[in-house]
């Protein structure tokens, strides 16, 4: 079978599944990350015979996407920031909600040099990532919890940013007293709810991993007080933390991140390009 009657028929099927646009670029994805024919490729070049083993995995991707699973999971990588990542049902899939949290870093720090920074709960890697090359000279270390994740993280970084330090380390269970060393913080913790569970779409609630996605309903912002905690003795003065944030608990953080130390008024709570509440930001003050 040529290139693009493979293409046309991936995107037959899995438009069946995913509806007509979103089966297109499923198919493309397929097509250029299994397959290395891209928009422009499949153009000139689409005539051209693939090999029984490319069409094996095509095939093979195509059916854990008919399955449910998400196509990321399905190819093993995911773009983020213009860079692709490898990606595991292990770890959350990037979003453009957290390359806004990226920007929005950058956007605050990127005027400073030999910034020292800590991505808490880090996943796949993609926010330490992104920050090591978008912040030059930098030293960022990132943690997770997971075994499983870590290993992704660290084969991301050894790619793409091999200055940072990954670690396993428990958001949870972080020293009481550290010094403070770091110009920013940065976290995207578990915020989901699991009342909201209902609303999620069905791929990401049935296949991401639930311990990166849901908190307990009684404590929505517990992993937030406890990096907030950390965050307050952590960071150097005029040091910043940044979250990422469940779009209903925009004023709930607001209070929990003055009440852990913070001047309320240096904490803003951010919209993403959707309009939601997305994110929270907040200065350490010099003790007077």
């Given at each position: 079978m040529?290139?693009?009657?493979?293409?046309?028929?991936?995107?037959?099927?899995?438009?069946?599944?995913l509806?007509?646009?979103?089966?297109?670029?499923?198919?493309?994805?397929l097509?250029?990350?299994?397959?290395?024919?891209?928009?422009?490729?499949?153009f000139?070049?689409g005539?051209r015979?693939?090999?029984?083993?490319?069409?094996?995995?095509?095939?093979?991707?195509?059916?854990?996407?008919?399955a449910?699973?998400?196509?990321?999971?399905?190819?093993?990588?995911?773009?983020?920031?213009?860079?692709?990542?490898?990606?595991?049902?292990?770890?959350?899939?990037?979003?453009?909600?957290?390359?806004?949290?990226?920007?929005?870093?950058?956007?605050?720090?990127?005027?400073?040099?030999?910034?020292?920074?800590?991505?808490?709960?880090?996943?796949?890697?993609?926010?330490?990532?992104?920050?090591?090359?978008?912040?030059?000279?930098?030293?960022?270390?990132?943690?997770?919890?997971?075994?499983?994740?870590?290993?992704?993280?660290?084969?991301?970084?050894?790619?793409?940013?091999?200055?940072?330090?990954?670690?396993?380390?428990?958001?949870?269970?972080?020293?009481?007293?550290?010094?403070?060393?770091?110009?920013f913080?940065?976290?995207?913790?578990?915020?989901?709810?699991?009342?909201?569970?209902?609303?999620?779409?069905?791929?990401?609630?049935?296949?991401?991993?639930?311990?990166?996605?849901?908190v307990?309903?009684?404590?929505?912002?517990?992993?937030?007080e406890?990096?907030?905690?950390?965050?307050?003795?952590?960071?150097?003065?005029?040091?910043?933390?940044?979250?990422e944030?469940?779009?209903?608990?925009?004023?709930?953080?607001?209070?929990?991140?003055?009440?852990?130390?913070?001047?309320?008024?240096?904490?803003d709570?951010l919209?993403?390009?959707?309009?939601?509440?997305?994110?929270?930001?907040?200065?350490?003050?010099?003790?007077?």
């Amino acid at each position: 079978m040529t290139a693009s009657e493979k293409y046309t028929e991936l995107k037959s099927r899995l438009s069946a599944v995913l509806g007509a646009g979103e089966g297109e670029a499923a198919a493309r994805i397929l097509m250029e990350d299994i397959a290395g024919f891209g928009r422009t490729k499949l153009f000139a070049d689409g005539s051209r015979s693939l090999l029984d083993f490319t069409e094996q995995k095509l095939d093979a991707a195509a059916e854990r996407i008919e399955a449910g699973e998400p196509v990321q999971y399905a190819v093993g990588r995911a773009r983020f920031c213009g860079m692709d990542f490898e990606v595991s049902p292990a770890v959350l899939i990037p979003r453009p909600e957290t390359a806004g949290l990226v920007d929005l870093v950058v956007d605050r720090m990127g005027g400073r040099s030999d910034l020292e920074g800590l991505d808490a709960c880090t996943g796949s890697g993609c926010i330490a990532v992104a920050l090591a090359r978008a912040l030059p000279f930098s030293r960022i270390e990132a943690f997770d919890v997971s075994d499983a994740a870590l290993a992704v993280a660290e084969a991301n970084g050894r790619r793409l940013a091999p200055q940072v330090d990954f670690y396993k380390a428990d958001a949870l269970a972080l020293p009481l007293n550290p010094p403070a060393r770091f110009d920013f913080i940065v976290s995207n913790p578990p915020y989901i709810l699991p009342s909201e569970e209902a609303t999620m779409d069905a791929r990401v609630a049935a296949h991401e991993p639930r311990t990166a996605l849901f908190v307990r309903e009684d404590r929505p912002l517990e992993f937030y007080e406890a990096l907030a905690s950390y965050a307050v003795r952590a960071l150097k003065d005029g040091g910043m933390l940044f979250f990422e944030i469940n779009s209903t608990q925009g004023e709930a953080m607001r209070r929990m991140l003055t009440d852990k130390g913070f001047d309320g008024r240096s904490v803003d709570i951010l919209r993403d390009y959707k309009g939601n509440e997305r994110y929270a930001v907040a200065v350490k003050t010099a003790k007077r």
